[in-house]
């Protein structure tokens, strides 16, 4: 029902920004809990955000607060995730992932969709 694509990924300096965008298919967006996730090279996916249908609540990870923002535009069917303040140890693969319930929304289970992955790496 739902076909997500990331992007906006790529090479940034410790301390600098970027914006990862996922655009959904469908018109059907608006009804779909949006969630960040992370994994690093022989790590477990790690959940990093998520937002309500409507924009709230939202919820992050406790290293990322005060730095990432994840909002949602569903007139443009598009979740984001702004990254200010930047580490090296953000560097992994991002994906977004979409689900109906608000339920356990940490949790990599549950979620129906996942995009293919866009890739973050943050030199020191």
């Known amino acids: 029902q739902v076909q997500l694509v990331e992007s906006g990924g790529g090479l940034v300096q410790a301390g600098g920004s970027l914006t990862l965008s996922c655009a959904a298919s469908?018109?059907?967006?608006?009804?779909?809990?949006m969630g960040w996730f992370r994994q690093a090279p022989g790590k477990e996916r790690e959940f990093v955000s998520a937002?309500?249908?409507?924009?709230?609540?939202?919820y992050y990870l406790d290293s990322v607060k005060g730095r990432f923002t994840i909002s949602r535009d569903n007139a443009k069917n598009t979740v984001y995730l702004q990254m200010n303040s930047l580490k090296p140890e953000d560097t992994a693969v991002y994906y977004c992932?979409?689900?109906?319930?608000?339920?356990?929304?940490?949790?990599?289970?549950?979620?129906?969709?996942w995009g293919q992955g866009t890739q973050v790496t943050v030199s020191s």
């Open positions: 992932a979409a689900r109906r319930t608000i339920v356990e929304v940490t949790r990599p289970r549950g979620y129906d969709y």
């Open positions: 937002i309500g249908w409507s924009g709230r609540p939202t």
């Open positions: 469908g018109r059907t967006f608006s009804s779909y809990v």
